[in-house]
């Protein structure tokens, strides 16, 4: 009984705080007081109380419009969004920011963050990637706007980090033309990820997926087609030996141009 009455007191105390700190809200929006407002907004931003202080910013950013004050009530306004993962919305002010202040203190910062909003809003690899691009465009841009930035390493491992997820996807989108055995869509589509990115960490698969495929696409072919596919088949499996002597694949590679010779010289005719 004890301990129920204890849990019921703090229990009643915490409304009883939480009803008190409401009502001062109350009192901060009703002020007509605007230094008032904006100390308070500055105030709840610092105990990152975002909600409130963005509903303040909000009305201070129109009163102060062409003011002295606009630039960094703007800049606290978007600060605001992001402390409250609100990375679209983050991105779009950061943005108009850069905009609008664009010999502003901040106007690096913003130009990195409306970068590094794209770069958070971006989904996982099997999604469409479109924002994901959008990202990788705006951190370059970032870079071209401060190339002497001390955050331009940290905006290319981004990019990298980016790239890799696009390649991700156009790996993984190739493999499953070749899943569904279709063979052609599957060598067009290793090719474009191979000319693409050209440092691809998928390489030596990508490599290895087109000797296969053709391979497999000369064996299910017509006769009059055979000569020719397993003819591509030799060459894709001597231009993968090229890159990769040692590869893990190297016994079925030599299985492809074995049984791929046998079947030319069938069908040479």
Request: hydrophobic content about 35%; charged content about 30%; aromatic content about 18%.
């Amino acid at each position: 009984m004890k301990l129920n009455k204890l849990i019921f007191l703090l229990l009643l105390l915490c409304l009883m705080i939480v009803t008190a700190c409401t009502n001062n809200f109350q009192k901060v929006l009703k002020s007509t007081n605007m230094d008032y407002k904006e100390k308070m907004a500055i105030k709840y931003y610092n105990e990152k109380n975002y909600d409130r202080a963005l509903q303040l910013f909000d009305e201070l950013r129109i009163f102060n419009k062409g003011s002295l004050k606009a630039e960094e009530i703007a800049f606290y306004y978007a600060n605001c969004y992001f402390g409250m993962n609100d990375f679209y919305t983050a991105g779009f002010y950061y943005k108009d920011f850069v905009n609008t202040f664009p010999n502003s203190k901040h106007a690096e910062e913003c130009a990195y963050l409306a970068a590094y909003c794209k770069y958070m809003e971006s989904p996982k690899y099997n999604l469409d990637q479109t924002i994901t691009k959008d990202a990788i465009k705006e951190f370059q841009l970032f870079i071209d706007m401060y190339p002497t930035s001390n955050k331009v390493e940290e905006a290319n491992n981004k990019i990298d980090e980016l790239r890799a997820k696009l390649q991700k996807k156009d790996f993984e989108n190739a493999k499953l033309y070749y899943v569904m055995e279709d063979y052609k869509a599957a060598i067009i589509s290793f090719r474009n990820l191979l000319k693409e990115y050209l440092d691809t960490i998928y390489k030596e698969d990508a490599l290895y997926y087109i000797a296969k495929a053709y391979y497999n696409y000369a064996s299910k072919s017509i006769e009059q087609q055979k000569y020719l596919r397993f003819k591509s088949a030799i060459e894709s499996a001597n231009n993968f030996k090229l890159y990769f002597p040692n590869s893990k694949y190297k016994k079925d590679i030599e299985q492809i141009i074995k049984i791929s010779s046998k079947e030319i010289v069938k069908y040479k005719s």
